[in-house]
């Protein structure tokens, strides 16, 4: 886990709910993420939860105990193939309250057949779909650096809840798009502001406001280079047609041409010649009396017409 999904996972696993609907759904959401439900012969039922994050460790283990009167254990697990790196697992065995635990949270139905998404009764407020969708991403979730691509995952192991996550994003006004990826299924935001709202949706708040700073950096930095750009494009065009100018001028001294010619063109001609750089606002202020800029360029378009065609600018 890299560093900044490391510090929004701590920042979340730290969020505390205070409606017990809300902690419903996200622990509901967690349970389908990271739980696996177990018959283990002479054992009985078991509950056992596997997070590579110790902040969503703690997290369902908090919410558990905020929720029901049950007995868990959670411990840390060492593994070596195929990826290394520690696993924190919860486990809770079969106890009194455990098949009440296992319905309310909707882990199983009445005929204690496995859920395979979190059931629509968990997640009828807004308040309670917030939560649901901060459980999926502390137990599946993904995101980028805020300055980088932008790129929000949540996996899942069922196209079933994959699905039902879907609409509740839809109904916070996101619009994920959804692929398979091996044998998972996935759902990715890739706008900006799109990541940018999932994580003040779901209590990241510290995280939401350094993608905006960033978002605002960005933009700022492409206006400045738009305006250097334009400011480049803008010089550049102004010394070519400034160029062409007195080359125009100079043809037209060498060919004799401007012998006799009205002292307005005339004019416009020495000062063209005298100052090489100015644009021609700039040497319609310098003519006496002063002119427009469209006055100038008008008498320069006269003094080129006045060159043979061969002469013209093609």
């Keep these: 886990m890299t560093g900044g999904i490391h510090k929004i996972k701590d920042e979340l696993g730290r969020h505390q709910a205070s409606r017990r609907c809300c902690r419903m759904a996200e622990l509901s959401a967690l349970m389908h993420m990271d739980g696996t439900y177990t018959i ?13 994050s110790p902040s ?5 283990y908090t919410l558990v105990h905020s929720l029901f009167e049950v ?7 060492s593994r070596s193939t195929p990826r290394r790196g520690n696993v924190y697992r919860l486990e809770m065995p079969e106890q009194p309250g455990f098949q009440q635990l296992l319905n309310e949270l909707g882990l199983l139905d009445a005929s204690l057949t496995p859920v395979p998404a979190i059931p629509s009764r968990l997640t009828r407020n807004d ?43 839809r109904r916070k006004s996101l619009e994920p798009g959804m692929r398979r990826r091996r044998s998972q299924w996935v759902l990715y935001l890739k706008k900006r502001q799109d990541v940018s709202g999932f994580l003040a949706i779901t209590g990241a708040h510290s995280a939401h406001l350094e993608w905006e700073s960033q978002t605002i950096l960005n933009a700022t930095k492409n206006e400045v280079n738009r305006l250097v750009n334009c400011d ?19 043809k037209l001294g060498a060919l004799g041409l401007l012998a006799g010619i009205d002292h307005r063109l005339m004019e416009v001609c020495e000062a063209r010649l005298r100052y090489p750089q100015a644009s021609l606002s700039e040497l319609g202020r310098l003519l006496d009396p002063p002119v427009s800029k ?4 008008g008498r320069m378009r006269r003094l080129e017409a006045m060159l043979p065609p061969r002469e013209r600018r093609s």
Excluded at 40 to 52: A, D, P, R
Excluded at 140 to 150: H, K, T
Excluded at 151 to 164: G, K, P, V
Excluded at 232 to 250: G, I, P
């Design 56 to 60: 969503t460790a703690r997290k369902i």
């Design 127 to 169: 308040c309670c779909v917030a939560a649901a969708l901060r459980g999926a991403f502390l137990g599946g979730g993904y995101v980028s650096e805020p300055y980088g691509p932008a790129d929000l995952e949540i996996s899942f192991s069922s196209e079933e809840s994959c699905l039902a996550f879907r609409e509740l994003m």
């Design 40 to 52: 283990s012969g002479s054992k009985g039922h078991s509950l056992v939860t596997e997070s590579t």
């Design 232 to 250: 480049s494009a803008n010089a550049k065009r102004l010394a070519v047609a400034a160029l062409h100018q007195r080359e125009v001028v100079e």
């Design 294 to 297: 469209a006055v100038v360029q």
């Design 71 to 77: 007995q868990t254990s959670v411990v840390k697990v």
